[in-house]
């Protein structure tokens, strides 16, 4: 069974950074994308990042790119995500998650395994 948890959540003021990561157990690691996504209290889940499997070509959402960055240790199974120059308005659930395809995806229903989601909250 394909397991997914996140961890390295937590409160930071803005400005600050922090590195989720997820790891990720019961699947080949390398045999499909990954990504990110979060979920604030408005209603929608939105795409953060996602990776592709082996040629490891990446992916932002507008409001993250060049703030953020998505890597994976394929040697440990695992998928990280940097954030740096973090705002209030990137308080929220950050959940990873695992698709059912190799290529970029920023749709939520290209991915059918999720993590379990860490909470940011970004406030001085």
């Known amino acids: 069974q394909v397991r997914l948890v996140e961890s390295g959540g937590g409160l930071v003021q803005p400005g600050g950074s922090l590195t989720l990561s997820c790891a990720v157990s019961g699947r080949t690691f390398n045999s499909h994308a990954m990504g990110w996504f979060r979920q604030a209290p408005a209603p929608a889940r939105e795409f953060v990042a996602a990776i592709t499997s082996i040629v490891s070509w990446t992916h932002y959402a507008d409001s993250v790119k060049g703030r953020w960055t998505i890597s994976k240790d394929d040697t440990e199974n695992k998928m990280y995500l940097h954030m740096s120059s973090l705002q209030p308005e990137d308080t929220a659930i950050y959940y990873c998650?695992?698709?059912?395809?190799?290529?970029?995806?920023?749709?939520?229903?290209?991915?059918?395994?999720w993590g379990q989601g860490t909470q940011i909250t970004v406030s001085s």
């Open positions: 998650a695992a698709s059912t395809m190799r290529r970029l995806t920023i749709s939520e229903t290209d991915y059918d395994v």
